[in-house]
T-cell receptor, first 112, second 113 residues
Framework: KQEVTQIPAALSVPEGENLVLNCSFT??????LQWFRQDPGKGLTSLLL?????REQTSGRLNASLDKSSGRSTLYIAASQPGDSATYLC???????????FGQGTELSVKP | GAGVSQSPSNKVTEKGKDVELRCDPI?????LYWYRQSLGQGLEFLIY????????KSGLPSDRFSAERTGGSVSTLTIQRTQQEDSAVYLC???????????FGPGTRLTVL
């Protein structure tokens, strides 16, 4: 069964810290992987998409890496800010069929 | 440009009633997806439309759920004879193709009393 797991489920850090969110997937034959953030009561905002042939993608203070062989992706957030507080979701696409399989998310709280 | 829009934002209904949820994708996006987000289950795929191809309905939980996409644009998700376990946030997403970044709407929160 194709499953996506995110650890930890919740994380609280002081402002300014660098942090890493983890995502693992059971089937390494992925097509691509996407990271989202979700604010309370809102929809999902796409952060980064990594194709299976790529090792990492960067956008501003965010860096996502992909290691297909070990079935892992990490989202690195540099110099965290209170505005980064949200739930971060990892989602995997396994073929061109389009559907995403989501992890349960990591709820991040950045304290001022 | 405009993002994905969904209506209504909130829907409260009585058990046994039918409901229709609407999604307007980003203009020009050929792929459209419906997902459901509930407390116990996380985010689950429901159905996927790509152009004129037959939709992927593999995520629909029962035959009470159906969806259509008219003219390759707007989509409607219909739930017949609603049950309390149907209570969830229903999210719609669209993308340029079946492999690109998916952009999500704000969702419709459905409460079945």
């Amino acid at each position: 069964k194709q499953e996506v797991t995110q650890i930890p489920a919740a994380l609280s850090v002081p402002e300014g810290e660098n942090l890493v969110l983890n995502c693992s997937f059971t089937d390494s034959a992925i097509y691509n992987l996407q990271w989202f953030r979700q604010d309370p009561g809102k929809g999902l905002t796409s952060l980064l998409l990594i194709q299976s042939s790529q090792r990492e993608q960067t956008s501003g203070r965010l860096n996502a890496s992909l290691d297909k062989s070990s079935g892992r992706s990490t989202l690195y957030i540099a110099a965290s800010q209170p505005g980064d507080s949200a739930t971060y979701l990892c989602a995997v696409r396994y073929n061109q069929g389009g559907k995403l399989i989501f992890g349960q998310g990591t709820e991040l709280s950045v304290k001022p | 440009g405009a993002g994905v829009s969904q209506s209504p934002s909130n829907k409260v209904t009585e058990k046994g009633k039918d409901v229709e949820l609407r999604c307007d994708p980003i203009s020009g996006h050929t792929a459209l997806y419906w997902y459901r987000q509930s407390l116990g289950q996380g985010l689950e795929f429901l159905i996927y439309f790509q152009g004129n191809s037959a939709p992927d309905k593999s995520g629909l939980p029962s035959d009470r759920f159906s969806a259509e996409r008219t003219g390759g644009s707007v989509s409607t998700l219909t739930i017949q004879r609603t049950q309390q376990e149907d209570s969830a946030v229903y999210l719609c997403a669209s993308s340029h193709s079946g492999t690109d970044t998916q952009y999500f709407g704000p969702g419709t929160r459905l409460t079945v009393l």
